[in-house]
Every structure is written in C-alpha cells, then in structure tokens.
C-alpha cells in the first residue's frame, strides 16, 4: 500500500485476515462467524502549551463572546451546527473528539481540512473607568529552533462591552506603533486580526509585547463593562485538528471531525484555532473560528508515550506525561514489554516556571502501582483502584517539586498493562507528572509478522507486517455508526532503547479525492510484544485512549503454487496508481483477502472476501461488514455482499520475480448508509517481505 503518508518502505513480511466466516489455517479452525464490533510536533502537544508557560490571566475566562455561536457540552462525539459566526464547545472529558456539521459550501473536489495548533485565550472581565486607558500586555516569544514561516503568528483580539455606545480596541507592537485601531459598540464587537513574525530565539533575544488598549471615551457613565480576549496562533497549518471527506459536493451536509487536547489545561480554559477549508490543495475556501474547553468533570485515559526522535524516530527512554490540575490520575497506564527486566515508575508535583508556590499550598504527591487484571473483552481503560495496589510509595515530602518512585523487578514485572497513578496526598488540584524508566531488559522474543486479533472482541484487527528497517501496519475497525474504517501505520522498527520490543507509530486516516489520497495523523499505536506471537496494543486516536491484547491469526505453512510454496501474504499495492491496497493471505486451503478502498465521499472503507484456496479460481466475492467501533461493546457484525474481487496469480510477481499476485480487480458499489462505486483493475507488486512461510 502506498500514498503520501505510506512510503513503500522497503517491504514487509506476512498479514492475515479473517473476519466472521469460518476460517480453515493450516488444519485448525478458527471460528470467527460472529465478528463484533459495536478519543505535533507530536499529536499529544498540537493543542495546548507546557504548564510553564500559560498565562496568569487565562483562567479568567468568560463565555463564548458574541463572535461565536452559543457552546454546547456533551459527551464525546457530539454533533455541532457550525453557526454563521464559529463553534464553542464545552467538553466533559480533557481529551476527546466532537463532529461539526456544515452545509451550504462550493463543491470541494479535493477537500482539505486543516487548522492552526489551538492556542490558549487569555481573557479579561471587569469594568474600565470612562475617558480612562485599559491596558493589557501580551509577552511573545519564538521557540527554539523555529525559522522562516514558522516564526510567523496571527494575533487575534476581541472585544465587546454591553454597556458602552463607543469604545476603541488598539493595539501596540513592541515599538509603540498601532498596528490595530477599530472601534465597537454594545451591538458590534470589535475585532484585531493582523499577522507578526517574531524575532528568532537566542541568547540575546527579547520578548516582544505587544500592548492591548481599551480606550471608552463615553462619559455619561462612570464605567462601562468590557469583555477582552485574545489568542496567538502559529501560523504554521496542521493535520492534527480536523479530518473531514476526501470530497464533497456542493451544498452537501456534511461533518468534519475535531479532536481536542486538553490535558495540559486547565479546567475551564478555552483553546482557540480556526478550521480552515480548501477545495484543493492550496485553494482556500473558508475559515471558521473554533475554540473549546472542557469542564473538569471527567479525566480520559492516558498510556505514557515516549517522544519521537526527529530525526529517526526512535523512541526515547523514559516515558512521561504531565498533566494539569488533577488530584489524582487513576487511567494512566504504561504497556511492559515480556523482556523488560526492571522498570522504575515515577510521580512528581509540577510547579509552573516563574510561579513560586504560595505559603501553606499542597505540595506532597503519593505513587500507587498496579498490573491491570480485568476484562480482557474490553477495550476501554477503566479507572484503576489505588485500594490495595500492591506497589505503594507515600512518604511525606513538603518540597517545590515532590517525587515518589517505585522500582519492579524480575518475575513481579509482568508483562502486559500497568497503571501509574499520582495522587495529591491533601487532595488539592495540582499540576503533576507521572514517568516511566525501564532500566534492563533481556532478549527479545522472536516476534513473528502477520495478522493480529483480539479473540475476545472479533471482528476487528491489525495486519502489522516488517519492511526492512520499518515496520508497517493497517488496522481495520468501524466508527462509531458502525460502517468500517481503516487507519494506516509505519515507522522505524523497535530499537534497543527499548528492548527492541516498543514500536509506537503516527497512526493516519487516508482520504481519496478520486486520483490522490491525503493523511491526516488522527493518533498513535503503541504495539508492546508480549511474546513471539502476540502483543498489547494500545492506542490514542481522535483524542480518545484504549488498550487490548492482541494474538496471531493464521501461520506457520504456505499454499501450493505451480509445484512449490507460494510465499505470498502480505501487503500489495499498484505501483501505478497509490493511495489504496490489499491484505492477502495464503494458508493451505484457503485465501482471505482485505482491499484498502474509498467510498463515494473519499472516506476510507475496507471490504472482505474469502474463498478455498484454489489457485486457478481467480474470483470471490466482497463483503462490506458492520460492527463495533474501538471503545464499543463487541457485537455480532452484519455484512453483505456489494461486489467482486478477480485476483491473479503468477510465477514472476514484482517486484522480486517470485510467485505471488499479479493483478487485482476489485468492483463495488457500496451499500447504505455508504454510498458510491469502486472499479480499479490494475497489476500489483509486494510491499512487505516475504515471510518465508512462518
């Protein structure tokens, strides 16, 4: 499979599928009849700023203002009207996602739906004396590293005031020159909207502020109310923020899916940013302010990442999260790999840079440890207990930044999830950190490519197969409608930092404008081996977190072929046309084949086809399932046939010349609630390694 975000790697080794029809594996049977289904830099840092650096002012926040539509707040998944003049959205868990409905737009042939990184609001609420000057001061910096387009900011200020007929908004650059005078009344808010490129960081450079005036020249009343807010935006575009159809027609209904982050902020702090709509690459149609919050009500799940290299990809040693203002944490978990041999955990108080802490404040944060023991039939990472949590580390510690750790070492560090809990000792909101160190591990286990499943909640799975010094993986699953989906994976193998036994990668959702894809990074698997043939897999997309064991399907042994193995399952693509592709598998007796395509909108969609191998038989039908989404109860699936696929075999498949697949056609018209039609016939190559039977 090959697109923009799916290099050809080099190539990988085996995949498998089978989803809900008896499947026959080299003379085992694997009952799958009932297939069920029912929330950068990196994704986790696209929507907030570190804890050192939020402004005092930005937890007085007020309602949305008059340039936007009322909020809503509901649970995650929520479906919003976008109004003329925006969205608001108030959230009840920190982490999560929300679909905003448009309609009424110019037809979007190649729709792109892009954003800016979401920044904080700082707000202000509170009289201001007539003929008298307000001013608030914004205090800007570049961060390291940044240069050319990257240093370029949208500065945005609002401001509205029920009571005043006539007032100013004015705004100084770090010179004292206006760059923004406009003027407002209680029926009309006046806005500054205006680009700054700020000056590269380095050991000399200043801050740059920028000086926010309100000016209320009305003197028939001793003071007016005013309502002032503003946001500074990188005015870098990303992919992280909204994901939306691959193309859409004009005047059509449709929903663009936001994911949001919060967990750095505090309760009831908006984020800003704006969706911004293009019909085609580099053709912009239409912006619309966003903004949301949550309410402190609910802490979603949060499995500790490690950071990405920028320039290899390898993952670092140790593994951290902070969060802001929590008394507790009790769904942080961390997957231990089968060959760690020692692992420190760690919990930590974070104190805010430039903020002492005040006299008497909470400063003592306890550490409680668990491997998790519940339902393996779900996916969803339940709040863990601290009541009786075999691992505790609670002495009492008055210092700034108060830590706790907890080493686990040899046969008591089982392998699979564990959680890390930091709890505030008083009970007071804090910020916190919770870090995981592995200190030794022993060999690797002898992980074996292929496809992978949850035997507990069949119907979904991952093909996770080796190309080279990468590794690449499809994981077919539904939404939450319950229509299929498939997320697409890749990046360097697990290196020796981590046992050679870590492998977290981007995940993509890939759309189809007709001829081209597009990746939007909608999250991150974590795969954590557990075995030869088995491993945790544990994931963030859209916002939301969840965990499952995963085991092989299928393997070892190979069909027979002109007289010899054919060596053929794996990922295929069409070298000539990228964007889409197949999982095949070849077992003695039968051949299962998954095809990687678009609906009608360009969404992604997976059909499946299954028939007794028989090489000269190059017909089977395709199925279009129905089933559980990732966080869902395992239900039976549904599924009906919608087309064809015609596969041909030969003895010279590229691109190694070796026996394999040479052409596939697959020929669908999908079925309610989908719509559209698929029809490519093209030849195809390898993507991943051959697995030489195993």
């Known amino acids: 499979m090959n697109s923009s975000p799916m290099p050809r790697a080099k190539r990988a080794r085996r995949s498998i599928a089978a989803l809900g029809i008896l499947l026959v594996l080299a003379g085992a049977a694997f009952a799958l009849n009932h297939i069920r289904s029912n929330r950068t830099q990196d994704i986790e840092k696209t929507e907030s700023g570190s804890l050192s650096s939020r402004d005092s002012n930005s937890t007085r926040l007020i309602p949305a203002t008059a340039a936007v539509t009322p909020q809503v707040k509901n649970q995650i998944?929520?479906?919003?009207?976008?109004?003329?003049?925006?969205?608001?959205?108030?959230?009840?868990?920190?982490?999560?996602?929300?679909?905003?409905?448009?309609?009424?737009?110019?037809?979007?042939?190649s729709a792109r739906f892009l954003g800016y990184q979401p920044a904080a609001i700082t707000q202000f609420s509170g009289p201001?004396?007539?003929?008298?000057?307000?001013?608030?001061?914004?205090?800007?910096?570049?961060?390291?590293?940044e240069t050319g387009d990257a240093l370029k900011r949208r500065f945005v200020a609002n401001l509205k005031s029920s009571t005043s007929d006539n007032f100013i908004l004015q705004i100084l650059d770090p010179d004292g020159s206006s760059v923004c005078a406009i003027s407002g009344s209680t029926t009309q808010v006046a806005t500054c909207d205006f680009e700054i490129t700020l000056p590269e960081a380095s050991a000399t450079t200043l801050p740059s502020s920028y000086a926010i005036r309100i000016l209320d020249p009305n003197l028939s009343s001793p003071s007016n109310q005013f309502q002032l807010e503003s946001y500074v935006l990188s005015k870098t575009e990303i992919k992280t923020v909204f994901t939306g159809p691959g193309k859409v027609s004009a005047n059509e209904v449709f929903r663009v899916r936001t994911t949001h982050n919060m967990r750095l902020t505090p309760p009831n702090v908006y984020l800003a940013t704006f969706l911004r709509i293009y019909s085609a690459q580099g053709t912009f149609v239409k912006e619309i302010p966003v903004r949301f919050r949550w309410d402190g009500s609910e802490y979603s799940a949060m499995p500790l990442l490690?950071?990405?290299?920028?320039?290899?990809?390898?993952?670092?040693?140790?593994?951290?999260?902070?969060?802001?203002?929590?008394?507790?944490?009790?769904?942080?978990?961390?997957?231990?790999?089968?060959?760690?041999?020692?692992?420190?955990?760690?919990?930590?108080?974070?104190?805010?840079?430039?903020?002492?802490?005040?006299?008497?404040?909470?400063?003592?944060?306890?550490?409680?440890?668990?491997?998790?023991d519940g339902d393996p039939a779900t996916s969803v990472i339940p709040a863990a207990s601290i009541a009786g949590a075999p691992y505790q580390a609670t002495t009492v510690n008055s210092s700034a930044t108060n830590s706790e750790s907890i080493t686990v070492s040899g046969a008591n560090l089982t392998p699979g999830r564990w959680y890390v809990i930091p709890v505030s000792k008083s009970g007071e909101l804090m910020d916190m950190n919770a870090t995981v160190q592995f200190n030794s591990f022993s060999a690797p286990p002898d992980f074996q490519s292929g496809h992978y499943y949850n035997p507990s909640r069949s119907g979904h799975g991952a093909f996770l197969d080796f190309a080279g010094d990468q590794w690449v993986m499809v994981w077919y699953t539904y939404l939450q409608d319950g229509t299929p989906i498939w997320y697409y994976a890749a990046g360097p193998a697990p290196t020796s930092d981590v046992g050679n036994a870590i492998w977290q990668p981007t995940m993509?959702?890939?759309?189809?404008?007709?001829?081209?894809?597009?990746?939007?990074?909608?999250?991150?698997?974590?795969?954590?081996?557990?075995?030869?043939?088995?491993?945790?897999?544990?994931?963030?997309?859209?916002?939301?977190?969840?965990?499952?064991?995963m085991v092989r399907l299928g393997g070892p042994g190979c069909a027979q072929y002109d007289g010899?193995?054919?060596?053929?399952?794996?990922?295929?693509?069409?070298?000539?046309?990228?964007?889409?592709?197949?999982?095949?598998?070849?077992?003695?007796?039968?051949?299962?084949?998954?095809?990687?395509?678009?609906?009608?909108k360009g969404q992604p969609r997976w059909l499946y086809g299954q028939k007794s191998y028989n090489p000269s038989v190059n017909l089977l039908n395709m199925l279009q399932l129905s089933g559980f989404c990732p966080l869902c109860a395992a239900t039976p699936t549904t599924n009906t046939v919608v087309g064809t696929m015609t596969r041909t075999l030969g003895?010279?498949?590229?691109?190694?010349?070796?026996?394999?697949?040479?052409?596939?056609?697959?020929?669908?018209?999908?079925?309610?609630?989908?719509?559209?039609?698929?029809?490519?016939?093209?030849?195809?190559?390898?993507?991943?390694?051959r697995k030489n039977c195993k």
């Open 306 to 372: 490690g950071l990405p290299d920028p320039v290899t990809g390898a993952l670092t040693n140790p593994y951290s999260n902070s969060f802001a203002q929590r008394s507790i944490h009790n769904r942080v978990i961390i997957d231990i790999p089968v060959n760690a041999t020692s692992v420190t955990f760690k919990a930590r108080r974070l104190t805010a840079e430039g903020s002492p802490t005040p006299s008497g404040a909470p400063r003592d944060v306890d550490l409680y440890v668990r491997p998790y």
């Open 77 to 109: 998944g929520s479906i919003v009207q976008a109004g003329v003049n925006g969205v608001s959205y108030t959230a009840n868990f920190d982490r999560g996602w929300f679909d905003i409905e448009l309609s009424g737009l110019p037809a979007l042939p």
């Open 128 to 145: 201001v004396q007539a003929g008298q000057l307000f001013t608030q001061t914004r205090t800007l910096s570049a961060l390291q590293g």
């Open 564 to 600: 010899g193995d054919l060596d053929a399952t794996g990922h295929w693509y069409s070298p000539s046309k990228s964007g889409f592709g197949y999982s095949a598998q070849f077992e003695p007796g039968t051949e299962v084949h998954i095809s990687y395509i678009y609906d009608g």
């Open 651 to 689: 003895p010279l498949a590229a691109p190694d010349d070796l026996p394999g697949l040479t052409n596939i056609s697959v020929n669908a018209t999908f079925a309610p609630p989908l719509s559209g039609t698929w029809n490519e016939n093209l030849p195809v190559g390898m993507l991943s390694a």
């Open 508 to 549: 993509y959702r890939v759309v189809w404008d007709g001829s081209q894809s597009f990746a939007y990074a909608v999250g991150f698997a974590t795969v954590t081996l557990l075995g030869d043939n088995s491993f945790q897999f544990s994931y963030i997309l859209n916002g939301e977190a969840g965990s499952e064991k």
